[in-house]
């Protein structure tokens, strides 16, 4: 290639990065407002927020708990970008997250539990239409309710035991005299009625809900009326509203309940009662449909549904990832099971896929979506169902949950995933902002080293390599110019913030890329050595300079991806820094350093000692010339 | 011919420094510095920074009873002082002023390393009457590590996946015993550096493992420099009879000498300025950590590179029987020369240099010229001979 072309390219890749740094990314604020790269916490300070730890009973969490939701928290601060946060545990139950620049946003919902679930889909009805009955009065509102809300404590409830399990005439419950029994055969409570310790609701800030005691469902009868609670309770399935759009009337005093409300209902109750709309199931507190034993009724693309009890939990997960679906080009999220978790998730698949038409799962897959042929099993996080994916055979290995993902919502899934559920529950404080540990005055002393090291390299190159020393100077300068804009636009898009390591490590691997100017040049003193004109040495020594420049920094691209995927938090930080550096070194290497020795070859300065630093090769290559 | 001095002779890439012959010297030095290493590993271990351990963290009101706002630098110091009292070894961590976003009143807080209760309190006792705070005010608490144990974990798993992918890259590129012998010089670097902080009881923070990671790359990048020049010199070796495989690897490792030096000073001459900066001028902290470990490193991975890597692969050749049976007809062929049964060759009127080692003689009675056109490289046929048939005067004349 021409080496003005390459100039060119060169030229192109500058123009357009930093065409990136002033209007990409959301770039906002004036012209050097947009030249600011995101530094770290220890430059420019940060937020910070104490999550409080609480176990059921009021006990201290254990100390594996603590390092065990720390190490959680501490991914999904990462998964925000690549910063280097900080999260340590202080004292016995505060895990302190510390984030660079004003990030209260992100903070929120850091400590908030995330519970998954397998369902099999059992049944599918409306969401309540509001207008059909009674407009006013329908939508529930948190004002209106009349949810005894004397008490306030924070302490969080532990109202995911559901009700089926309490009212279950069995084993009495707290219902006293109102024993409730099942509706539907389906659903004879399970015997165990201790909550499991996982199902505990996260009292956490994202929590809408009111006053998160429980109520019992004796407090709801008393609210909704003998006769409406008599008549729900005789309920099987799910009343018709299209058909009889009266119907919905004599219910419709449980369609002022609120979401803590709702819940005490039994499941079954939630999803046949014709006026729970979806709105309140939403409601509904944090862990309200985590018990893995009970049946449970949601809601899922504006239909209410009716979910299985859960054989698979987010713990038989081992691994999930985002993937790229090469045969649709669709979003995945790719599972892998534990050895238990993938019996236990085969046997829900063969369960799903060999059910036949009179199954009510397959029934209720059908009216979801009318083209299916098999039962669908729906993914649940916290109170939400992700996806309700149709089962398309027994699932032994590796599966996948396909769904309107985009590449950023599958990779949130798969952390999510990942992340698995925090054994205890967080309270989070307010944010604070905390100042720079470092500051200013160590960031200055920081760029003086840069400054320092800089000056040696470049007085070393000249005194060495006289006036080749100045295109090392020059890739040097250029080097810099394209890290620093590349951090500008990566903080702003990647969240990678700069610490002052991140400076140090990149004044390094300034030094380093000088590395690959001595390698060339040492080459082209071989070439020419053996006798070689300057002219043709050029190319010859870059042929091979090339092929040992190339080798060198693969190798270090290695270093960095691998440490890149594998590794966290800082040390990812810093892999993304190498494998940014070693790149833009290449860049510089191939099209500046390459070019401009080429231009520099077919010039008369080139062949003169002073100039080039090659003359006592060229003197004793003549000399022995001459000898010869 | 100039007679020059060393520097000349190293800028020209002919030191001629006899480095392969001596590889058993290498060896057991580098036996015995591993040694230290490891033992010290093993009875001394680490100073691990707050970071890696916990510790204790203190806060401090910003403003003193008398109602005077403390600057974070007054609060650092006094921290320290009064931390210094109870163990004089400690050094305190991160310092940070927090602030409520809805108001309220600003504090600090100042990691310190462990404390027993008892010395957290004399601590805080000296904190209180130096600054002019309210007792009351000041707190401490443990703190946990802030880089846990997953991401020491995940680092490990990181770096050994990344060894074996550069194994197998390095097994392609170039082949096994390079791959062997670029990798025990890399672990070479990483045992020996960590040995100098366990030795020298320099404090392990996470800019130190960051510095540790940066070494992977520099130290391979050195190595495959050398492996490549080697590589070149000993194509097709085994069919011309001039020099052994150590020979061509000894050239190769003196032609790339200066080179090894220039880089090596190059790299180290912005890491001097971290540690000159860091060390000299703000005396610890994040550059000192991170320059630190840096030159120590770099300067391990430089010397490695020629002293160890290359040795180590012609001592692995030399196993090989190919390259067994090479060496033998080139060294039986020599002593042949020698007793004139075969004309000498243009080597022989360059002065030997005198070595101890068995292969000394081999070596140095015809020492090829460093720097001239290896025998048996691609290329050669421009002057009409037929490459790699390695009689060709390539010492005293120039072809031109």
């Known amino acids: 290639m021409h080496p003005g072309r390459q100039l060119g390219v060169l030229g192109l890749v500058f123009v357009v990065l930093y065409l990136l740094v002033f209007f990409g990314g959301g770039a906002s604020g004036s012209f050097a407002d947009r030249l600011h790269p995101k530094l770290g916490l220890d430059l420019v300070g940060g937020t910070m927020a104490t999550y409080v730890a609480s176990v059921q009973g009021g006990q201290v969490p254990t100390k594996d708990s603590m390092e065990q939701a720390r190490s959680i928290i501490e991914n999904r601060v990462n998964a925000l970008g690549v910063s280097e946060a900080e999260v340590v545990i202080q004292g016995d139950r505060n895990i302190v997250v510390s984030l660079a620049g004003k990030s209260d946003d992100q903070l929120k919902d850091l400590a908030s539990a995330a519970q998954m679930r397998f369902r099999l889909l059992i049944g599918v009805t409306g969401d309540v239409a509001q207008s059909a009955l009674n407009p006013a009065t329908a939508t529930p509102s948190a004002s209106t309710s009349a949810a005894p809300s004397t008490s306030t404590s924070a302490k969080p409830s532990s109202s995911a035991s559901a009700p089926a399990v309490n009212a279950s005439p069995s084993t009495g419950g707290q219902g006293g005299g109102e024993v409730v029994k099942a509706p539907s055969p389906s659903t004879t409570p399970s015997a165990s009625a201790t909550p499991s310790a996982t199902a505990t609701p996260a009292a956490d800030s994202t929590a809408a809900v009111p006053g998160q005691e429980e109520v019992t469902p004796a407090e709801v009868q008393k609210k909704v009326g003998a006769a409406a609670w008599a008549a729900a309770q005789k309920l099987t399935a799910p009343v018709d509203l299209s058909t009889d759009a009266k119907a919905g009337l004599a219910y419709s005093a449980f369609g002022k309940l609120s979401g803590a409300e709702v819940n005490a209902l039994t499941p079954d109750m939630q999803f046949n009662i014709p006026t729970i709309s979806c709105t309140q199931l939403d409601d509904r507190p944090n862990g309200a449909i985590d018990n893995v034993d009970t049946k449970v009724a949601a809601c899922y693309n504006g239909a209410k549904i009716m979910l299985d009890k859960a054989p698979v939990v987010g713990d038989d997960i081992s691994k999930a990832s985002a993937q790229l679906d090469s045969q649709n080009g669709q979003w995945v999220v790719s599972l892998d099971f534990k050895s238990e978790g993938q019996t236990k998730w085969a046997n829900l698949t063969r369960q799903a896929f060999q059910a036949t038409s009179a199954d009510p799962c397959y029934v209720a897959a059908q009216t979801l979506y009318s083209s299916i042929e098999h039962c669908a099993v729906a993914v649940v996080l916290d109170k939400n169902v992700i996806s309700a994916p149709q089962i398309q055979g027994v699932l032994t290995s590796t599966s996948q949950i396909t769904g309107s993902f985009t590449a950023v919502t599958a990779k949130q899934l798969a952390d999510q995933l990942n992340f698995g559920a925090i054994p205890v529950t967080f309270t989070a404080g307010p944010a604070q902002t905390v100042s720079a540990t470092l500051g200013i005055q160590q960031l200055k002393a920081g760029l003086l080293a840069a400054a320092i090291g800089m000056a040696l390299v470049a007085v070393y190159a000249f005194f060495y390599y006289r006036l080749l020393g100045s295109v090392i100077f020059l890739s040097l300068i250029l080097s810099g110019l394209l890290t620093f804009g590349a951090l500008v636009f990566l903080g702003r898009t990647v969240g990678f913030t700069l610490t002052l390591a991140g400076i140090a490590g990149f004044i390094v691997s300034l030094g380093v890329a000088a590395d690959s100017f001595v390698i060339y040049f040492e080459r082209l003193k071989d070439e020419i050595h053996e006798g070689r004109s300057p002219r043709s040495a050029v190319p010859r020594a870059w042929a091979r300079a090339r092929r040992t420049i190339i080798s060198a920094n693969t190798i270090t691209i290695m270093a960095a991806v691998v440490l890149y995927i594998v590794s966290i938090g800082a040390v990812q930080g810093f892999a993304f820094a190498l494998g940014l550096s070693t790149v833009l070194d290449l860049l510089v290497v191939f099209l500046f350093r390459h070019p401009i020795m080429t231009m520099f070859a077919n010039t008369k300065a080139f062949l003169s000692p002073r100039v080039s630093g090659l003359g006592r090769v060229l003197r004793r290559a003549q000399t022995e010339a001459k000898e010869a | ?400």
Do not use: C
């Open chain 2, 1 to 400: 011919m100039a007679r020059n001095g060393l520097a000349d002779r190293l800028y020209q890439g002919e030191a001629n420094i006899n480095i392969i012959g001596r590889r058993k010297t290498w060896f057991i030095v580098a036996a015995v510095l591993v040694l230290i290493s490891i033992g010290s590993f093993v009875f001394k271990s680490f100073e691990l920074g707050i970071e890696f351990a916990g510790g204790t963290s203190f806060s401090v009101p910003a403003k003193t009873s008398a109602g005077q706002e403390l600057t974070q630098d007054e609060v650092s110091s006094a921290v320290d002082r009064a931390i210094k009292t109870v163990d004089p070894a400690a050094e305190i961590g991160a310092v940070q002023q927090v602030r409520s976003t809805g108001g309220g009143d600003a504090y600090f807080t100042v990691r310190a390393p462990d404390l027993t209760a008892a010395q957290a309190e004399k601590a805080k006792a000296t904190l209180v009457a130096d600054l002019g705070v309210k007792a009351e005010d000041v707190s401490d608490d443990r703190v946990s590590a802030a880089w846990g144990g997953q991401v020491t974990r995940q680092a490990v798993i990181g770096l050994l996946v990344f060894l074996v992918l550069v194994m197998a890259y390095l097994v392609v590129r170039f082949e096994w015993r390079m791959a062997v012998a670029a990798l025990s010089s890399l672990l070479l670097d990483l045992v020996l550096t960590a040995g100098v902080y366990s030795l020298v009881g320099f404090e392990v923070t996470p800019s130190t493992v960051i510095g540790f990671l940066t070494i992977l790359g520099y130290s391979l990048y050195d190595v495959v420099v050398v492996f490549d020049k080697v590589q070149e010199n000993t194509r097709g070796i085994t069919a011309s009879s001039v020099r052994t495989y150590s020979e061509a690897t000894n050239l190769a490792v003196n032609q790339t000498l200066m080179r090894s030096l220039n880089t090596g000073l190059v790299a180290l001459l912005p890491v001097g300025g971290l540690l000159f900066i860091g060390a000299g001028l703000l005396g610890a902290g994040t550059l000192k950590d991170l320059g630190l470990v840096l030159f120590v490193g770099m300067g391990f991975g430089v010397i490695s590179s020629i002293m160890f890597a290359a040795p180590v692969l012609s001592a692995l050749k030399d196993q090989e029987p190919k390259i067994k049976a090479h060496t033998a007809r080139v060294l039986a062929r020599r002593s042949a020369v020698r007793s004139g049964d075969v004309a000498p060759r243009a080597e022989r009127q360059r002065q030997p240099n005198s070595t101890e080692s068995d292969e000394a003689p081999a070596l140095a009675a015809t020492a090829p010229r460093p720097g001239a056109r290896p025998t048996a490289k691609r290329n050669t046929n421009r002057s009409g001979r037929p490459g790699g048939a390695g009689p060709r005067p390539s010492g005293g004349t120039k072809r031109r």
